[in-house]
């Protein structure tokens, strides 16, 4: 028997010591905000100074880390709560955006201190706009100055391309639309955008982020119609952009009807059976015409006048039966003629081919020689009327002809 005590097992191992870069650093904004108040503080309300305290704070700071704490205190002067309220317990400061002047050139100079900040430190980009988004879900726990202030603000960065027009998404977030808080600030936030640049540009960037069409959603469910966005926006001095909505929504509406028409095409389905449904047609000036037109710009460029027949023929008599469901009576064919006369002018590769076009559809029976005459001796409009008179010449002469003929036939039959 051994009397020898057995020793009990034991883990062994060996222990590694965790290197200083790879510990987690715990997230404690508070140091970083006194850091950045008493800058502040310091540099006052010259924004110049405050522009170079932030570049050299960069250096020792970590902006990365701390973004949204930065962008908060420059913006309210202290970290912002969720519902945008400050925290009294933090140190705050007093030199901020929501406490400076409420005017468009104070808006600017700290519109330069952000551009130039984030052209500094290119990281900070993304953050920034995100931190507009947010501020703009928080516009109700602000107050009215302070909106507008962040308004104008948003619409210079807008316009200086600081940030993405993505941004406006967070105005049509139901709590910030249903007190009517979106639209005034939309209101202060297109007129500093437009300002600064024009409705053109505006557009522009709405389209590119899929924004043009939405802006109606600036108002509560029960308001959200062009008539109310149009007055709205128009009694506010911003016209322009009524205008902008209105066109919207009538090409949203024109592209649904287009595609509704050419399903009906493909169906075979008669058009004459349909036609009191699209009345409207008539009043929007037969935009149909588009519908064939559109389809050759794709490829025009590389066609030669002398094949333009060929090109064009098949898709006008493929859009005929439609065209001329719209046009059974002599007004309509008018508007029509007014209408190729005017994209014609517009489209100036399409110059010559006018009388071509008209002749096409003479012979597909959607114009007749009447309303063709009486558009060439006094329906026809100012844009290029000289050329356009000139092409049209020897057909209408023809036309003139053949009717005497008719007649000189009917009275010999008499």
């Not at 062994?12 to 904004?29: A, L, M, V, Y």
């Not at 405050?50 to 913006?75: N, P, Q, W």
């Not at 509560?220 to 709205?232: D, G, I, L, Q, V």
Request: proline share 2%.
């Amino acid at each position: 028997m051994n009397n020898q005590k057995q020793q009990k097992p034991t883990l062994t191992g060996q222990r590694f010591k965790t290197r200083k870069r790879d510990e987690k650093e715990r997230f404690d904004p508070t140091q970083f905000q006194e850091s950045i108040v008493q800058g502040l503080n310091q540099t006052g309300s010259d924004l110049e100074a405050v522009a170079k305290f932030l570049d050299a704070s960069g250096a020792k700071l970590d902006y990365r880390r701390y973004a949204e704490t930065l962008f908060d205190i420059l913006v309210a002067g202290g970290m912002l709560a969720p519902g945008g309220s400050i925290s009294d317990d933090l140190t705050r400061t007093e030199f901020c955006l929501f406490t400076a002047q409420e005017d468009l050139e104070t808006m600017q100079a700290y519109a330069q201190v952000f551009n130039k900040l984030i052209r500094r430190y290119k990281y900070l980009e993304k953050g920034f706009e995100e931190e507009i988004k947010k501020l703009l879900l928080f516009l109700k726990g602000f107050t009215e100055s302070e909106r507008n202030k962040l308004a104008m603000l948003t619409g210079i960065l807008l316009a200086n391309g600081n940030i993405s027009a993505a941004v406006i998404g967070s105005l049509f977030n139901e709590n910030v639309v249903k007190e009517g808080v979106s639209a005034a600030f939309a209101v202060k936030l297109f007129k500093s955008w437009i300002y600064e640049r024009d409705i053109n540009a505006v557009a522009v960037a709405l389209r590119k982020v899929g924004m043009d069409n939405r802006l109606m959603e600036l108002f509560p469910a029960n308001k959200r119609s062009c008539e109310h966005f149009s007055k709205y926006f128009t009694d506010a001095g911003l016209k322009e952009l009524s205008d902008f909505a209105r066109n919207q929504e009538a090409i949203g509406s024109r592209k649904e009807l287009q595609k509704e028409l050419q399903e009906m095409m493909a169906r075979g389905d008669n058009f004459k059976d349909v036609r009191p449904g699209y009345s409207i047609l008539i009043q929007w000036n037969l935009f149909l015409f588009d519908l064939p037109i559109s389809k050759l710009k794709i490829g025009y460029m590389e066609t030669y006048w002398s094949s333009l027949h060929h090109s064009i023929s098949p898709l006008l008599k493929q859009y005929s039966p439609l065209l001329k469901a719209f046009t059974s009576q002599g007004a309509s064919e008018i508007i029509l003629l007014v209408k190729i006369q005017e994209y014609c002018y517009d489209n100036i590769h399409f110059m010559k081919a006018f009388q071509k076009i008209v002749v096409l559809l003479y012979k597909a029976d959607v114009l007749s020689e009447e309303a063709i005459l009486k558009w060439y001796t006094e329906a026809h409009v100012a844009k290029g009327k000289s050329v356009f008179l000139e092409q049209m010449k020897k057909f209408v002469e023809w036309l003139k002809h053949a009717e005497e003929e008719s007649e000189s036939e009917e009275e010999e039959e008499n």
